[in-house]
């Protein structure tokens, strides 16, 4: 395999350019809302007579995005109305009483929803829209959707036949309608070129990143920066902020000075662990209920309790408040408090020489062993699992502080979460280090490490997106063999799937391979 410094080809390029009647009685079928949204996202319905609840004409243009975070089901959708064209969030429910119910009119995230589709309307039928009301003076989110309509009278077949002879539980891989309209001319190109563009914008994925760390490194150097890189890491995706917060109200220099100096590693991570917890705002151990910890979980307790408060006065900042902190939504085994411990220990095995140049001092060993053969040579798999932390004490059989105690032990992170701490952060941080003194050697060294690793477990993201833009080709997406690959895929998704609320039939990106790839 050749492997080159990393390239900028890619940022470039992105720069150039009739009603069924349904006979079954349904109204009190249990029906999961993931139905209706299949029902949805697959348009099961009667497209030629569709009318709002107020009684509007209307055409569905693009269903919108199937999304997989929080907030509403689909986005970006674009329908007609009355012949206008509106374009936002669209929302699914069982019944319309629902988007009450699930208190959406309070939350933010769904203040762009446009369009409220449901199986049956059970509440007051929605106002006519009137066009002459300006969209920011009534926020969707806090007033209710703009368009509402009720799928049951359209249906094209009954509920029982298509809960019967549908797959749900695969959508939305399985489902044609999301193919994207670039997948046809990139199913078109040579191998050879769809697999140049990939590994171009996995290089410009990390360029991008590298940009983004450069003005910290400048301003806080590399140890304290890559320590907030990897916290961030910890964090992904719905406590980065805190986590970042956290190494920032933390920073290296300030736990180093609360260290003894003839500490163990042990007693470094423990103290570590007390001054992280508590500036996280997660240290209130003393309202634990002795009587549900055993004698060894109580002492546990306790050590940190006395560390962190002879901690707190030297430390001299605000800790977090634990409101900030996402529990909902997540893996218990991913919770603020075992990622937190997690990289206590991770800092005490290498606080004084720090994370980062003992990262590159281990990678630079590997990869001068492989460079006499032309970096072919696999990189050590002990590489990638350079950031995992084994389940050790307490936190090995436990998600939160007095709960349950867990079968077997966890690791504290994992091998999957230390490989995307090597793509997010080593790789950028690496490559403002190898510019800097100059080392083109570092830096293909680097590539080799980017393009030989294979990633971990993949998150229904990245399904969606070898589904959604690959077509779930088998042929196109053994192309997508490593985390270069993996990481252009996320790019080409990111610019041109996602920038400004695109649908696909606005999306330049088809073109754009006729243009400069055909």
Request: a positive charge; glycine letters at 6%.
């Amino acid at each position: 395999m050749m492997v080159s410094p990393f390239i900028d080809d890619y940022i470039h390029f992105t720069k150039s350019f009739s009603k069924i009647t349904v006979q079954e009685d349904e109204r009190e079928l249990k029906v999961p809302e993931k139905v209706v949204r299949c029902i949805w996202n697959d348009q099961l319905v009667d497209a030629s007579k569709l009318e709002t609840t107020a009684g509007e004409s209307l055409e569905v243009v693009f269903p919108g995005y199937w999304n997989f975070g929080p907030g509403p089901d689909f986005k970006s959708a674009a329908i007609k109305v009355n012949g206008r064209l509106y374009e936002g969030d669209l929302e699914i429910h069982v019944r319309s009483g629902d988007w009450k119910a699930h208190g959406h009119s309070n939350n933010p995230d769904f203040d762009n929803v446009l369009f409220h589709v449901f199986l049956w309307q059970t509440g007051p039928v929605a106002k006519p829209f009137d066009p002459g009301i300006k969209t920011d003076e009534r926020r969707p989110g806090q007033a209710g959707p703009f368009f509402e309509l009720e799928l049951k009278k359209y249906l094209t077949r009954g509920l029982l036949d298509l809960s019967e002879n549908l797959d749900f539980d695969s959508y939305p891989i399985m489902n044609q309608f999301n193919h994207g309209l670039c997948h046809r001319p990139l199913a078109n190109l040579p191998r050879e070129k769809l697999l140049r563009l990939l590994d171009a914008a996995g290089d410009a994925r990390i360029l991008v990143k590298m940009d983004r760390f450069h003005d910290r490194v400048i301003v806080n150097g590399y140890e304290q920066t890559f320590y907030e890189g990897v916290a961030e890491a910890l964090g992904y995706p719905n406590n980065k902020k805190p986590f970042r917060e956290l190494a920032e109200r933390a920073p290296l220099e300030a736990l180093r000075k609360l260290l003894p100096r003839k500490a163990s590693e042990e007693e470094r991570a423990l103290r570590i662990q007390a001054i992280l917890l508590g500036v996280a705002g997660l240290a209130n151990f003393s309202a634990l209920d002795p009587e549900d910890l055993e004698p060894e979980e109580r002492s546990y307790f306790q050590r940190l309790d006395a560390l962190w408060q002879s901690c707190r006065e030297r430390i001299k900042v605000e800790p977090l408040p634990r409101s900030c902190w996402k529990f909902k939504g997540i893996r218990p085994a991913n919770y603020p408090y075992r990622r937190i411990v997690g990289l206590s220990h991770l800092l005490a095995q290498r606080l004084k020489s720090g994370m980062f140049f003992d990262f590159m001092k281990t990678f630079q060993q590997a990869a001068s062993a492989t460079e006499k053969k032309g970096y072919t040579l696999k990189i050590p798999k002990t590489l990638y699992d350079y950031f995992c932390v084994p389940g050790v004490g307490y936190w090995a059989t436990h998600y939160t502080p007095g709960g349950k105690r867990l079968k077997s032990p966890q690791n504290l992170i994992g091998s999957s979460r230390s490989s995307e701490i090597i793509v997010n952060i080593v790789m950028p941080i690496a490559l403002i280090h190898a510019r800097a003194v100059k080392s083109s050697n570092l830096e293909i060294a680097l590539n080799q490490l980017y393009s030989s690793s294979r990633g971990g477990a993949e998150n229904h993201k990245m399904r969606f997106m070898k589904y959604y833009i690959l077509g779930d080709n088998a042929d196109m997406i053994r192309l997508v063999a490593n985390d270069r690959q993996r990481q252009g895929l996320m790019q080409v998704y990111q610019d041109f799937c996602t920038q400004n609320s695109n649908n696909c039939l606005r999306c330049s990106f088809p073109e754009v391979i006729r243009q400069f790839l055909t």
